[in-house]
């Protein structure tokens, strides 16, 4: 029986530990990996994750070369947040028949910025009987699927507060990068305004996509503006050192609005030196219920986790763009990977 393959579109932080916690599972072998990072294409891919070894795959930076040499089962993307950006890879990946598992924030619920693109790759991909599917931790679970999840014990929900605060010093560096660290409030300012740095995307998906699941149908998303959170001690990080006065990261907040009152709050802090962190649920219903987990799950092992456990239902899954509400609840691939998908959907 032959393993399941994967083609890595993105090596970078993200990609490189999905595909090392990749080489450590049984059932899946990687066959290909795309990037256009100078310092990675044509070096063996062993030699880019610093397992200590050759894999005897080069890193391309040409995805029809990749997808033409090999078949993939399945792409795991991870390049970049916005779909109007990585749309062109997902379409290359699913024209040569290949399912893809991606990163991208807004692919996670892209109904609500980018409702003409999901029908392109929803169309694409049921023309070329595969799956598509936008997840990882946060937006793909801890700020939608688990709140959804949550209220399937309730007979009425009424409002839903979600509030995740994560010490982003050990978190992986183009994160800290992403949310400003290190950077004087100035320039903080100045690189949001410009879109240089993002801070955290997936804000409105998360709210649209729990939205959608209760049937509401919302007035508007309301977006605040991306705030610093200011350094009031020094913290260092392997790479990052925060001075006080300095940003340490930021905080963002986004409300779904259902006839004129707020349902859906969702608040996300990520900073340097965050003292208590954690994720919490409140819905407000009947029964009302009140989750926390503390300390926050790790962002970064819990994103390679959601990808590598996604693989399985979405090989599973009926062709076309999916999303994490659509499918069989998350659960762990702890055995083989093979496993785990349905007969019917084996060619080997
Ligand atoms: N949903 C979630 O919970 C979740 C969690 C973690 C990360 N993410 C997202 O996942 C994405 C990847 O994160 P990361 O930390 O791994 O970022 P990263 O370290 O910057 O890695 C991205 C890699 O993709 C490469 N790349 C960019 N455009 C490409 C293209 N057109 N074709 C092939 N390769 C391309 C980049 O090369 P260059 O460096 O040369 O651009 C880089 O090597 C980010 O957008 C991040 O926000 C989502």
Redesign the pocket.
Known sequence: MEKVRVVL???????SSIARFLLEKDGVEIVGA?????D?VGRDLGEVLGVGKRLGIAVS?DPDAVFSKVKADVVVH????FLKQVHP?IAKALEHGANLVS???EL?YPYATEPELARKLDELAKEKGVTVL???????FLMDTLVITLTGVCQKVERIKVTRIMNAATR?V??QK?IGAGLPINEFRNRIERKIITGH??LEQSISMIADALGWKLDGIEVDSVEPVVAKTRVESEAIQVEPGQVAGLKQRARGVKEGKEVITLDFQAYMGAEEEYDSITIEGAPSIHMKIAPCVH??LG?VA?IANSIPKVINAQPGLVTMKDLPIPSAVLKDMRKYIHDENVNW
């Open positions: 579109y993105g090596v970078g932080a993200v990609g795309i990037d256009v990072a100078e990675k930076d991870a390049t970049a947040s890879q990163t991208c924030e996670a936008g997840t990882g931790i946060n937006p793909g992986r183009p994160f992403k995307v997936g962002g970064d994103t959601m």
